[in-house]
């Protein structure tokens, strides 16, 4: 079976700032899709970035870019020039592409933005 | 564009009470849906899936229920509610191609007394 794991419960960082949260994932496939959704004091869940496993090229969208390594099965999140409205859980996650009806999540992470 | 709607924002429910917790998704047809329950300071478990009307599958034994009376609504539902159901309750919908995202809606916080 396949999980996810995000060992930094909590990180903070200054305004403008550059952060990096970490995600590793276990899985026995080689095409699959992951994720890091935001989840700010709201509860909304808001898809952040995406990346496929066949994509050698990271993924990046405005601000955050990822660091896919396949091999290592590592997936993490950078946020350059962090801003206060950045603060919230962000969640890793995982779909297989074969098995597309489940998203396996990780336990998150607490991005705390100082000004 | 697509949207889902999901409610109550909040809900507090005496124990061995009733639940109903609905979700609606508009502009878009055949969804997959699902419900997903948050405890607090933890991750989003999935709690069941449906790919069509009437089909349910469920992720974990537990004492609730889902449905899908209609293609774009989704109820989680409970005869008896019990303390461990407190939580926040997410539903989400996507399209049926692994490179779609699944989209949130609001959640609903519940809290058994």
């Known amino acids: 079976a396949q999980t996810v794991t995000q060992s930094q419960p909590e990180m903070s960082v200054q305004e403008a700032e550059t952060v990096t949260l970490s995600c590793t994932y276990d899985t026995s496939e080689s095409d699959y899709y992951l994720f890091w959704y935001k989840q700010p004091p709201s509860r909304q869940m808001i898809l952040v970035i995406r990346?496929?496993?066949?994509?050698?090229q990271n993924a990046t969208e405005n601000r955050f870019s990822v660091n896919f390594q396949k091999a290592a099965k590592s997936f993490s999140l950078k946020i350059s020039d962090s801003q206060l409205g950045d603060a919230a859980m962000y969640f890793c996650a995982y779909r297989s592409a074969r098995h597309t009806d489940k998203l396996i999540f990780g336990t998150g992470t607490r991005l705390q933005v100082f000004p | 564009s697509q949207t889902i709607h999901q409610w109550p924002a909040t809900l507090v429910q005496p124990v061995g009470s009733p639940l109903s917790l609905e979700c609606t998704v508009e502009?878009?047809?055949?969804?997959?849906l699902y419900w997903y329950r948050q405890a607090a300071g933890r991750g989003l478990q999935l709690l069941f899936y449906?790919?069509?009307?009437?089909?349910i599958s469920s992720e974990v034994p537990q004492n609730l229920s889902a449905s899908r009376p209609q293609d774009r609504q989704f109820i989680l539902s409970s005869k008896k509610l019990l303390l461990s159901d407190s939580g926040f309750y997410l539903c989400a919908w996507s399209k049926l191609d692994s490179n779609q995202p699944q989209h949130f809606g609001d959640g609903t916080r519940l809290s058994i007394l």
């Open positions: 502009g878009t047809s055949n969804p997959n």
């Open positions: 449906s790919v069509g009307i009437g089909q």
């Open positions: 990346q496929e496993a066949y994509k050698q």
